[in-house]
């Protein structure tokens, strides 16, 4: 299209983001107008993209960083024909594709957004996979508010293209100056971001957002430089093209006063239809499916002293030599966390995020969304830092692996701030999350295997220490399951732990089977779904539930277990809850397991007292 075309264009996004907001009653119009014109000039003369294909390798992507600018998105699917006005009218609507921040229940939306500062890392991640992996021609472009410049993920997702050189990365900053609640930061002072951007190895293109020469000259710059990414950083305004709300405070997240005027001095509607342009074909070699064989799993045999996050490594790079659509990602702890071992043995595959935890998520979810099947790996502890990248993760209906080394008390010396002891609770807040964490190294081998076939959030939760083999390599670990290691018929109480507190519930349980008590043992490995059949019998059979954890008692295996008897069905006489109650120190691990009383002689000690003073 030529400039007067474009601008036609764009007054119609205008047109329409300002009806759709004002039909629903609600929504984000002010901040829509500003960028419509750096929307136009992307979908008609830029964009490759086959809407009746989404799936298209080749397809371009377009994130909506600012996805409060839903209207202006869904604006420019209407013009591109990929959704009808019966559809674009329901905006907002219960049961409606077009919610208030878009989501992939839109098959264009690859991820959620709306929660500020998260779509430039995710857009990271996708240039990063069509880099290393696709070898596909596509470009990616996210577009962005002024507002979110200030999250530091942001930053993290800056400096991170910048080094690894994405030039197929866009960043389109809609520099309107305001705010939800007043002016931004820096207002309009391109250079202020243009500085910071250049300095992290940036090419940057300062224009006026709504001279639509300067729009189109600025996509096609992006397009012929090589070795950086492009930030094309636009001066805008907020309400672009009606004066009433033009530039103005306090309108941000409101439909216009007065639509209908509005609409008028915009021009009135319009029905332009785009024929967005179609991908290129990739290449022959990358058409073909991934490469899928057996995977030869290593192998433990009972009684040898492993540690999970070894098994975990193994694992890994044995999962990457069958399955060709395994990515690992790792926040500069991989000698630690073991995936060191998948780096060496499939170094194209493995990506290197540094010590940047939102980046190492939010890259994940990019090349999920593009077909991969990411592992993404630090400690426990860290993986707090992206919990709201994790939670839109779930809104974005990603299906990626997430595993936290160094979890608990049991880590010792490092002392409290490298130990990961929220991260049950955290992971099992999560949406559709599946949460295991295996006891030795042929469950931890399973268990890996078995993560690639899942969907949504899974988290698998590591120890550093070495901890005694207690499978064989053929046991089989379904999720949602729990293996009985202690059973008979003359059981009193049933201790349930998952990872190193199995191994300490099973020497209690020896030691007091010595003094004539029988004891049941559950190893909860699945702790997201939880195995409700076993706890139902154990809590028949004994009476009493004892569950052991190293995490806080909030939220993790003990609420778990609690959780099977809050609909009614007959509880335990009593369910008694060991974790880690007060706040750790520095100390060797055994001495740590002990001050937390979830180690065997304190287990022991407890069931002993429990026995004598409340079951009788």
Known sequence: MNSEELTELAQQLRVDSVRVADRAGS???????????????????????????????????????KGHASPLLYSMYLAAGAIDEEEFLTYRTLGSRLEGHPTPELPWVDVATG????????????????????????????LSGDSEMAEGSVWEAIEHAGDQHLDSLTLVIDVNRLGQRGPTRHQRDLDA??????????????????????????????????RK???????????????????????HGKPLPDAESAIAELGGRRSIRVSVAK?????????????TTAVDLPRYEIGDEVATRDAYGKALA???????????????????????????EHPDRFFECYIAEQQLVAAAVGMQALGHVPYASTFAAFLTRAHDFIRMAAISRASLNLVGSHAGVAIGQDGPSQMGLEDLAMFRAVHGSTVLHPCDANQTAALVLAMHELSGIRYLRTLRGKTPVVYGPDERFPIGGSKVLRR?????????????TVHECLRAADTLADEGVAVRVVDLYSVKPVDERTLQSAAEDTGCLVTVEDHHPQGGIGDAVAEVFSDGRPAPQRLVRLAVGDMPGSATPEEELRAAGIDADS??????????????
């Open 318 to 344: 044995a999962l990457g030599a069958g399955r060709g659509d395994v990515v690992v990602l790792d926040g500069e702890v991989s000698d630690s966390t073991r995936s060191e071992f998948f780096a060496k």
């Open 229 to 251: 990414p492009t930030a094309i950083i636009a001066g805008t305004r907020k309400g672009r093209g009606v004066a009433a709300v033009e530039d103005r405070e306090g309108l």
């Open 193 to 226: 971001y243009g500085r910071r951007l250049r300095a992290f190895g940036w090419h940057t293109v300062e224009i006026d957002g709504h001279d639509m020469d300067a729009v189109d000259a600025a996509f096609n710059e992006a397009r012929s430089t090589l």
């Open 115 to 142: 929660s500020l500062g998260q779509g430039l890392p995710v857009g990271v991640g996708m240039a990063l996979a069509g880099q290393r992996l696709g070898r596909t021609p596509y470009r990616v472009y996210v």
């Open 488 to 500: 008979s018929d003359k059981d009193r109480v049933t201790l349930i732990g998952a990872g190193t």
């Open 603 to 616: 287990i022991a000690a407890g069931l002993r007292l429990l026995l004598e003073k409340v079951i009788r």
């Open 27 to 65: 929504g984000h119009p002010t901040s829509s107008m500003s960028a419509a014109d750096l929307m136009a000039a992307l979908l008609a003369n830029h964009l490759h993209y086959d809407y009746d294909h989404p799936g298209h390798p080749g397809n371009d992507r377009l994130v909506f960083s």
């Open 279 to 291: 991908p290129q074909e990739p290449a022959a070699a990358t058409r073909s499916p991934r490469r």
